[in-house]
Nanobody, 115 residues
Framework: QVRLVESGGGLVQPGGSLRLSCVAS????????MNWYRQGPGKERELTAS???????NYADSVKGRFTISRDNIWNRVYLQMDSLKPEDTAVYFC?????????WGKGTRVTVSS
């Protein structure tokens, strides 16, 4: 069974940084594109960043230049380094993967950007 577990969220001041981590199990990790989504208060869930198995990345326009997605195919982890955080980045951040014909989600980690 595919399992995704996020960690690293918390409260941070505007301009600060956080690093989110997602550990995956139950799949051949290196073969799959991994995604970070986020859902802000009263907003729809949106794709924030993606990384393919060989490291190609893609970002939402709202986070380009501030967020960096990376992965470790040895330890089955995907990371989201978030810098220059803004209040509008406040959201629950979810790890996501399409595998075995299904979509899998973690339970999310909450990020609050506030002074």
């Amino acid at each position: 069974q595919v399992r995704l577990v996020e960690s690293g969220g918390g409260l941070v001041q505007p301009g600060g940084s956080l690093r989110l981590s997602c550990v995956a199990s139950g799949l051949t990790f290196r073969l799959h594109t991994m995604n970070w989504y986020r859902q802000g208060p009263g907003k729809e869930r949106e794709l924030t960043a993606s990384i393919t198995g060989d490291g190609a990345t893609n970002y939402a326009d709202s986070v380009k230049g501030r967020f960096t997605i990376s992965r470790d195919n040895i330890w089955n982890r995907v990371y989201l380094q978030m810098d220059s955080l803004k209040p509008e980045d406040t959201a629950v951040y979810f790890c996501n993967v399409n595998a075995r014909g299904n979509v899998f989600w973690g339970k999310g980690t909450r990020v609050t950007v506030s002074s």
